[in-house]
C-alpha cells in the first residue's frame, strides 16, 4: 500500500496522514475541524503546516486536540470525547514559595513576515493513554477574506525523553 511503513505492533502505519488539504479557511472565523486520526500508540506528533493569507493582516490558529476514546461509540454518556492539549504556567513564582499554577488551553497562532505561502511547523508529545486526535484551524487575522491553510501529521516514538531524541516511523 503506497504511503504505509511498517509500524510496531499495530502492523501498517501511514508515514504521513493529512489532517487538512490546502484549502481556503471558513469564512468568519468558524473553526474547521479534522477528521480524527489515531495515535497508533505513537506518543509524539509533528505536524507540518502551510498558510497563505487571503487577505494582509491574515493569521491562522490552530488547535491540537486529543480522545483517551477509540471511538465516539465508547465515550461514556455525559463526558467530553475531546480534550485541547494544554500547558501548565506558573504564576508569581518565587523560590521557596507556594506558585500558582495556571492550566490554559494551547492555541498556536501563526502571524506569517510576508503575504506568501509560508510553512510552520508543531511539534508536541502525547500522554500515553491518548487513542485519536485531530486539529482544528481558523482565519483570526481578516476573518472578511480568510486564508488558505494545509496540515499533514507525522507520528513518531519519542525514546528517551531526557535526550529529546525521536525515531520516526
Known amino acids: 500500500m503506497p504511503g504505509l511503513q511498517p509500524g510496531s505492533a499495530q ?3 501511514p508515514s504521513h496522514l493529512v489532517m487538512r488539504a490546502f484549502a481556503a479557511l471558513p469564512a468568519a472565523g468558524a473553526w474547521a ?8 500508540s505513537y506518543s509524539r506528533l509533528t505536524l507540518f503546516n502551510e498558510y497563505d493569507q487571503g487577505a494582509a493582516g491574515g ?3 490552530v488547535v491540537v486536540e486529543i480522545s483517551p476514546y477509540s471511538a465516539t461509540a465508547v465515550v461514556p454518556a455525559l463526558h467530553n470525547e475531546w480534550f485541547p492539549v494544554t500547558i501548565l504556567g ?5 523560590l521557596g514559595a507556594i506558585a500558582d499554577g495556571i492550566l490554559e ?6 502571524d506569517p513576515s510576508t503575504a506568501n505561502q509560508e ?4 511539534d ?4 500515553d493513554y491518548v487513542e485519536r486526535f485531530r486539529i482544528q484551524s481558523r ?31
Open 11 to 13: 502492523g501498517l502505519v
Open 90 to 94: 506558573l504564576e508569581n513564582a518565587v
Open 59 to 61: 493569521i491562522v490558529d
Open 33 to 40: 475541524v479534522s477528521d480524527p486520526q489515531p495515535t497508533f
Open 124 to 127: 508536541i508529545s502525547f500522554p
Open 105 to 110: 488551553q494551547l492555541q498556536f497562532r501563526f
Open 139 to 169: 482565519e483570526s487575522g481578516d476573518t472578511d477574506n480568510p486564508g488558505s491553510f494545509g496540515a499533514t501529521a507525522r507520528l513518531s516514538i519519542q525514546d528517551g525523553a531526557a535526550e529529546g531524541l525521536t525515531r520516526t516511523v
Open 119 to 122: 510553512s510552520f511547523i508543531i
